[in-house]
């Protein structure tokens, strides 16, 4: 168990609806990253916040957003989904950036149909 | 911006036997590197990581890994390999940015192991 808690861990939509995927960083985590894992793309960063702050953003598409909430925990809202966005979304945590071990959180499987 | 390259897709390897994952980095100086593992249907573990020193480093499970410079290399070596191994290894590497500040790791496409008993 890394600590890091991402809800649902299945989502089956339809495509053009909105979804929104939940991250609760380990305890005292003040980074939470989002990567999206599929086939074809691999591993894809999307953003980073850091403490409420976005501070890096990766390949996040403009239909995709996320935030940081005053607890930590993190949200990414997907929206106007098509097929190719099904895929295994990663949220992991870390105290302080990459210098430190990122936690990953078990993935949420979204299937768009 | 960095990139990281695992050539080989999948590896096969008996149970007992020796294994090296190749990984290969470009950054325009030292990076951070590391190894992660990713089990099925679990989430991504960390191995080990580099960032300045001894160029190799020891990780949990019994895995290391060495930090060639010249070769722009961070391969993955375990002298003898469990049944339990089989699972997908991903090289990542990330820019020395420091405490909070904007960054990433970016990983490569992953060398997915196989082990045969």
């Known amino acids: 168990d890394s600590g890091v808690t991402q809800t649902p861990k299945h989502l089956i939509t339809a495509t053009g609806q909105r979804v929104t995927l939940r991250c609760s960083p380990r305890s005292g985590d003040l980074s939470v990253y989002w990567y999206q894992q599929s086939l074809d793309q691999g591993l894809q960063f999307l953003i980073q916040y850091y403490n409420g702050e976005e501070r890096a953003k990766g390949n996040i598409l403009e239909r995709f957003s996320a935030q940081q909430f005053p607890d930590l925990h993190s949200e990414l809202n997907l929206s106007s989904l098509e097929l190719g966005d099904s895929a295994l979304y990663f949220c992991?945590?870390?105290?302080?950036?990459?210098?430190?071990?990122?936690?990953f959180g078990e993935g949420s499987r979204l299937t768009v149909l | 911006a960095q990139s990281v390259t695992q050539p080989d897709i999948h590896i096969t390897v008996s149970e007992g036997a020796s294994l090296e994952l190749r990984c290969n980095y470009s950054y325009g100086a030292t990076p951070y590197l590391f190894w992660y593992v990713q089990s099925p249907g679990q989430g991504l573990q960390l191995l080990l990581k580099?960032?300045?020193?001894?160029?190799l480093v020891q990780g949990i499970k019994g895995f290391e890994a060495e930090f060639k410079r010249s070769q722009s290399s961070f391969n993955l070596r375990k002298p003898s390999v469990h049944w339990s191994d089989a699972a997908e290894y991903f090289c990542?590497?990330?820019?020395?940015?420091?405490?909070?500040?904007?960054?990433?790791?970016?990983f490569g496409t992953g060398t997915q192991l196989k082990v045969e008993l």
């Open positions: 990542a590497v990330a820019a020395p940015i420091l405490t909070g500040g904007g960054n990433k790791l970016t």
């Open positions: 580099y960032f300045s020193g001894d160029t």
């Open positions: 992991a945590s870390s105290v302080a950036g990459v210098t430190g071990e990122l936690f």
